[in-house]
């Protein structure tokens, strides 16, 4: 007879696995890609409760009074009628990049559910979301900042790894940050290969 937890851990392996609460935070940079590729492939279980999401900061354009009468030559009326336009293709955008995280997944046999959430600070919005939804890990890619970058910025991760209430997982980025953003045609390539 096994004591104890030593009991629990011997007979794991016959039962189902418990099914898990898993948000990778996704952006259009290429090391959330990279991050989403290593958590299909490393991470998910089918039981796995999936929710892909992404927050995407509004901060509306403020604009000198000279300025703002000059936007009626570009076709707004206002300088509100600027932001709600520019609102519109933010969401939009963060629609189509997700959709296509969600499809990618779906072809590898993962289901997953979308959140887009606009806020005005990223890593808050993270933490807060993984705490009313009660999340079991969050996981997100590190751009690779450097010091100075996470010094005056704050790095994402960084604040998601003290702040989350659940276990952070960060997958460390091979690209430059130099590389950017992905193009909607590239995204996650190596996952679509691999299916």
């Not at 009991?7 to 989403?36: E, I, N, P, W």
């Not at 997953?112 to 933490?127: F, Q, R, W, Y």
């Not at 994402?156 to 790894?161: F, K, P, R, T």
Request: charged share 25%.
């Amino acid at each position: 007879e096994i004591p104890g937890q030593c009991a629990a851990f011997a007979h794991a392996g016959t039962h189902q696995m418990k099914s898990r609460k898993v948000a990778v935070a996704l952006d259009a940079y290429k090391c959330s890609c990279q991050a989403f590729n290593w958590c299909a492939e490393n991470l998910f279980r089918k039981n796995d409760d999936i929710i892909l999401l992404h927050v995407y900061d509004h901060k509306p354009i403020e604009l000198p009074d000279d300025e703002v009468k000059k936007l009626k030559g570009f076709g707004y009326l206002s300088l509100d009628d600027l932001n709600e336009g520019a609102l519109k293709m933010k969401e939009r955008k963060a629609q189509e990049m997700m959709r296509e995280y969600t499809n990618t997944l779906l072809k590898m046999g993962f289901e997953a559910d979308m959140v887009i959430i606009k806020g005005e600070n990223v890593k808050v919005e993270l933490c807060t979301y993984a705490t009313e939804s009660k999340i079991d890990l969050l996981a997100l890619g590190n751009r690779g900042l450097g010091v100075v970058g996470r010094t005056f910025l704050g790095s994402v991760c960084d604040y998601c790894v003290h702040n989350a209430p659940c276990p952070v997982l960060v997958v460390k980025c091979t690209c430059s940050e130099v590389e950017g953003k992905i193009s909607s045609k590239s995204m996650c390539n190596k996952v679509e290969a691999a299916t």
